[in-house]
C-alpha cells in the first residue's frame, strides 16, 4: 500500500515536471493576504499566514484547482495602519490579483469593502472577491452587506446570542455584569449583549454595565473588580480582548473573585499564557470556537490535520474556518469551473461543507457562514495540552456544550444587488 | 467612608507602581537633561529578562539580576551612544532615544516573539495577605509597595545625604568646576543613566508579571509616565512621587463613582434630548473618562504651571 502511494507520488512529481511548459500557460490563482506583518500585532498576521499556506500546499499538493491550477498566496503588509491596507489593496489590484483576504481589525475590512464597492461597480468584468476570514463587525454581513464580500466567521451579534443561549442553560448565572471596550467593536458587543440577554437569557439580571477606554490604557483593574464584587454578580460578560481582558482577569484572581467569565477573546491561547496556569483556572474562562483538540466529537480526519498541524508547525491548530474558507473556495472554484469572482460568488451561495460538529452553511442572502460553534472553558485537565512554538502551555480548552447551527440564525437587513451572471 | 478608604488604599498601591516607573525617567532628567524617550523600553527590558532569568534560576535571583543588567546596558548606551550625540544638542538626544526605544522593541520581538511570554508572579508571594472590604491583596502586591518606599527612601538619601550625590547634583549645574576639581563628570553622568534605567528594569521585574509582559507593553506605558514627571515637575524626585499617588488616588476613585454630567444635570432640572449628539457627551460618566483624567490634568497643568509641581524651571 505504502509502496503504491509513493509510486502514485513520483508518478505525479514525473508528470508534473514533464507537464511543466504547458502549464505555465496556467497561471496560479493568486490570493492577496493583507495582514499586520509587522508591530507589535505581527504574530496574528504570521499565523494567519501560516493557516494559509497550510491549506493552499494541501490544495497544490492534491492537483490544485480547475485541472492544474496553484493557489498562490501573495503576502501584502498592512502594519495594521487602515490606511495601509486600501493602499496594498490598490497594490493588489495593479498586480492584477482577483482575490483578497482579510480578516484582523474591523476597520482595515471596512476599508477593502468601501473600495471594492466603488471599483467593482467601476471595473465591470473585472470584479474583485473579498473573502473576509475574521472582521466580525455586524453590519458588513447587514446594510454594508456587497455580492463580492462573503464572511467565513461569525459576527458579533451571532457570538453574543450563541453565549447569551448557553447562559441561559447556565445554572451558575443569575447576576451579570459587563465590562467592554469603548470604541466600535466593544460598543457593539454590548448593545447586542443587551439585546440578546434579554431575549435569550431572560433569566440573567444585569448588575452592571462599564466602559472602559481600550488597548492598555487601563494598568490596575482593581478598582473595576471591586466594583463587580459590590455588585454582587456571579458572571462577567466581557468582549475585552489583548491586556484589556487579561489584566482583568489577573486583577480578579489575585483579589479572590469568584466569577464566572463569559467571552469570545479573554481565553484566546496567547492570553492563557499571559496569565498563567493558576490564573487562568483560578475561576471559568468560558468563550466560544469552532472547535478545540479536545472536544471529543473530533471527527478522526479532523484529529489527523491537527497532528499534520502539529508536526508542521510545532504548535496546537486554533482556529477551523481557514479550513471551511479553502474546501469552500476550492468546491467554488471546481463548481464554477472558472476562476472567474463573479461565477466563483455565485457557486458560493448556499453552498455547505464539512464541519466538525456538523455542516456549515454559506447564506445566500448576505454571505455569512453559518456552522455550530463550542463553548469551552481553560483547563489544566486536558489531554492535549495547547502548544505553541514549541512551549506547552500545560492547559487548553474543555467542551461545556454546542450551540446548533440554527441557533445561530439571525435575520439579516442586507438588500444584494447581485451582478448578471 | 467605606469607598474613600478603599479608594486612597488602592489608589496608593496603584500610585506607588507608577513612582517605580517613573523615578528612573525624573532621575535621568533632572540630572542629565535627557528626556528619555526609551524609558519604558528599558522597563520592557527589565520585565523580559526578569522572566528568562527566573526560568532559570527563580525570581529572588532575577530581582536583583534583571535590574543590573538592565542598568549595564543604559550605562553602555550613555557611553557610546547618547554621549556622542550629547554635543548636537537635546533634539539630537531626543530622536536617539527615540530611536533607541524602535531598536530595543524590534530586537525583544526578535528574540522572544511577537506573543506575550509566561512571566508570572513567584509561588511563594501568592498568598493572601489580608482583605478589605470583601477584596483580598496578596502578599506580592504589598511586596511592591514595600520595594517603591524603599526606592524612593534610597534614592532620596543617595542624592541629598551622602557624597555621590553632592558630586552628581554639582555636576548637573557646575560641570566644569565640578571636573576641575577632580571629579570625573562624564562617568557620573554613564553612573546616572545606567541608575536610571536599573530603577526602570526594577519596575519592570515587578510590574511585567501583573500588566503581561509583551513586546507591546512599552508603547503602552510610555504616555503615563511622561504624564507623572511633567505633572511632578521635571527632574523632581519628590514631585514624581506626590504626582504619582495623585494620579493613581484620582484615577481610582474615579472608576468606583458612577457619576455622569447627565446625573448632574437632572439633578438642577435640564434634560437632554435622548436621540441628540451631546447625550453621548453628557452620559460619560467619570468612570469611563477616568484613564484620561491625567491627561487632561497634564496639559492644564502646563497651562497653569509649566514647571509642574516641584519643579524648577520651565518645560
Known sequence: MRIRVAMAGLLGLAMGSMALPALAAEDPIKIALIEPFSGPVAAIGRDTLEAFEFYADRVNAAGGVLGGRKIEIVVFDNAMNAEKTTQQLRKAIDQDIRYISQGTGSNHALNIIKALKKYNRRNPGKEVMFFNHSAVTTSFTNELCMFWHFRFDHNVDQKVAALTTFMNTDQDVNKVYMINQNYAYGQAFQKAAHKYLKERAPKAKLVGDEMIVPFGKVLDFTPYIAKIKASGADTVLTGNWGPDATRLITAGANAGLKVKYYSIYAGIPAAMNTMGTKVSTFTPIIQITESHENDPDVPAWKVEEQNDWLAQYNKSEYVDRFRILFEMMVKAFNEAGSADPTAVGYALEGMTNRGVKSEAWMRPDDHQIHFPMVISHVSTDVKRPFIYNGENYKMAYKTDGWIAREDMLLPSSCKMKRPRK | ?315
Open chain 2, 1 to 315: 467612608m467605606d469607598i474613600l478608604i478603599f479608594s486612597l488604599f488602592n489608589g496608593i498601591l496603584y500610585g506607588m507602581l507608577l513612582f517605580m516607573l517613573s523615578s528612573g525617567l525624573t532621575l535621568i532628567f533632572g540630572m542629565m537633561g535627557v528626556l528619555n524617550f526609551a524609558h519604558a523600553s528599558f522597563f520592557m527590558l527589565g520585565a523580559y529578562f526578569a522572566y528568562q532569568i527566573s526560568k532559570f534560576v527563580g525570581f529572588w535571583p532575577a530581582l536583583i539580576i534583571a535590574p543590573v543588567v538592565v542598568g549595564v546596558i543604559g550605562a553602555i548606551v550613555e557611553r557610546y551612544g547618547l554621549r556622542r550625540v550629547h554635543k548636537f544638542g537635546h533634539v539630537a538626544e531626543l530622536l536617539f532615544t527615540f530611536g533607541l526605544a524602535y531598536v530595543i522593541e524590534e530586537a525583544v520581538q526578535m528574540i522572544w516573539g511577537k506573543v506575550p511570554v509566561s512571566y508570572h508572579i513567584p509561588e511563594v508571594m501568592n498568598f493572601t495577605l489580608f482583605s478589605l472590604y470583601g477584596l483580598e491583596y496578596s502578599a506580592y502586591r504589598v511586596f511592591m509597595l514595600l520595594v517603591a518606599v524603599s526606592m524612593f527612601v534610597a534614592l532620596f538619601f543617595l542624592l541629598t545625604r551622602t557624597r555621590v550625590g553632592l558630586i552628581i547634583q554639582g555636576a548637573l549645574t557646575y560641570p566644569n568646576i565640578v571636573a576641575s576639581l577632580g571629579h570625573n563628570v562624564p562617568l557620573v553622568f554613564m553612573m546616572v543613566f545606567g541608575l536610571g534605567c536599573a530603577l526602570a528594569g526594577l519596575a519592570g521585574v515587578l510590574a511585567g508579571n501583573i500588566l503581561g509582559t509583551e513586546p507591546g507593553m512599552a508603547i503602552q506605558l510610555g504616555p503615563i509616565v511622561f504624564v507623572v514627571i511633567v505633572i511632578g515637575g521635571l527632574g523632581s524626585l519628590n514631585g514624581a512621587l506626590v504626582a504619582s499617588l495623585f494620579i493613581g488616588i484620582m484615577q481610582t476613585t474615579a472608576v468606583s463613582y458612577d457619576v455622569s454630567m447627565n446625573g448632574f444635570l437632572n439633578v438642577i432640572g435640564v434634560q437632554v434630548d435622548f436621540d441628540s449628539a451631546w447625550r453621548m457627551l453628557v452620559d460619560l460618566t467619570v468612570a469611563q473618562i477616568s484613564p484620561i483624567l491625567p491627561y487632561l490634568l497634564l496639559t492644564l497643568m502646563l497651562i497653569v504651571r509649566p514647571r509642574g509641581l516641584f519643579g524648577v524651571r520651565d518645560v
